[in-house]
Nanobody, 118 residues
Framework: QVQLVESGGGLVQAGGSLRLSCSAT????????MAWYRQAPGMQREWVAD???????NYAGSVKGRFTIFRDNFKKMVLLQMNSLNVEDTGVYYC????????????WGQGTQVTVSS
């Protein structure tokens, strides 16, 4: 059974930086994608960025150039470096793993709060 645990959230002033971490336990298959999502108060959860097992990355337009997703496969971790934060980045950030391929299973972490003050 895979479990994901996020950490690194907190309160930061606009313009500041945070690094989020997501640690996975259990078996991670070579074909997988790890991603970060976020959910602002009263809003739907939205995709932020993802990275495949081979390191291909994708970003939402709102974070491109400011956020960087990277992973440490040995440590089974995915990280999100967030720079130039603004108030609109506030929300609960969730880690997601899509493990395997046909079939695949999806796992979510419990989330970590990021609050950006103006």
């Amino acid at each position: 059974q895979v479990q994901l645990v996020e950490s690194g959230g907190g309160l930061v002033q606009a313009g500041g930086s945070l690094r989020l971490s997501c640690s996975a336990t259990g078996t991670i298959y070579s074909i997988n994608t790890m991603a970060w999502y976020r959910q602002a108060p009263g809003m739907q959860r939205e995709w932020v960025a993802d990275i495949t097992g081979t390191g291909t990355t994708n970003y939402a337009g709102s974070v491109k150039g400011r956020f960087t997703i990277f992973r440490d496969n040995f440590k089974k971790m995915v990280l999100l470096q967030m720079n130039s934060l603004n108030v609109e980045d506030t929300g609960v950030y969730y880690c997601k793993l899509v493990n395997g391929w046909q079939p695949s299973r999806t796992y979510w972490g419990q989330g970590t709060q990021v609050t950006v003050s103006s």
